[in-house]
């Protein structure tokens, strides 16, 4: 089956970078994906990394390392907008289903 | 268009009632997921629909849970003789036809409350 890893809370100041790790194990792999969600709101998609390396969507990035089973969301310039949950996902390749496993989830804080 | 509707937003019912949850999912997405996310918590995998394939309902936590899907359009998710552990925010979510980069596109869930 598959299982996620990533830390459940993380701060950091206004204007600075920050990274959320994601460690899966899965047995078989389909990408990884970024969601962010507000405290009430409705989990909405930041970004999805297939191949080993580095996507950059303004000031977010996403990261990959298939080897080591591994991903990372990079914000920089933090804003206090920024502060949100953000979970990892993978997709179920097993036969005759395609479903989005998610994360515990990571909770953001951004302080001034 | 619009996005994924659910309704209702709010439903409060007493233990051991049914209650029924419906999501309306983006036109022309073939694939909707329900998931359920308890206070604080990660998003729980319930049941997935895809095209006319058989759901996978490997999610539902126990048969008091079912859901339906009219073809590639509306959806219902049942819980039967409610429960308080069931309290929580349901979250439907609908995408394109799966593929490796086929977001989800979340509604803005239903919180159920059961006293």
């Known amino acids: 089956g598959q299982s996620l890893e990533q830390p459940s809370e993380v701060t950091a100041v206004e204007g600075a970078i920050v990274q959320i790790n994601c460690t899966y194990q899965t047995s078989g792999f389909y990408g990884l994906s970024w969601y962010q969600q507000h405290d009430g709101g409705a989990p909405t998609f930041l970004s999805y990394n297939a191949l080993d390396g580095l996507e950059e969507t303004g000031r977010f990035s996403s990261f990959l390392s298939r080897s080591d089973s591994y991903g990372y969301l990079l914000l920089q310039e933090l804003q206090m907008k920024d502060s949100a949950s953000y979970f990892c996902?993978?997709?179920?390749?097993?036969?005759?289903?395609?479903?989005?496993?998610f994360g515990q989830g990571t909770t953001l804080q951004v302080k001034p | 268009g619009a996005g994924v509707s659910q309704s209702p937003s709010n439903k409060v019912t007493e233990k051991g009632k049914d209650v029924e949850l419906r999501c309306d999912p983006i036109?022309?997405?073939?694939?909707l997921y329900w998931y359920r996310q308890r206070l604080g918590q990660g998003l729980e995998f319930l049941i997935y629909?895809?095209?006319?394939?058989?759901?996978?309902k490997s999610g539902l936590p126990s048969d008091r849970f079912s859901a339906e899907r009219t073809g590639e359009s509306v959806s219902t998710l049942t819980i039967q003789r409610t429960q308080q552990e069931d309290s929580a925010v349901y979250l439907c979510?609908?995408?394109?036809?799966?593929?490796?980069?086929?977001?989800?596109?979340f509604g803005n869930g239903t919180r159920l409350t059961v006293t």
């Open positions: 629909f895809q095209g006319n394939s058989a759901p996978d």
């Open positions: 996902a993978v997709r179920d390749r097993r036969r005759n289903t395609g479903k989005l496993i």
């Open positions: 036109s022309g997405h073939t694939a």
């Open positions: 979510a609908s995408s394109l036809p799966q593929g490796a980069n086929s977001p989800l596109h």
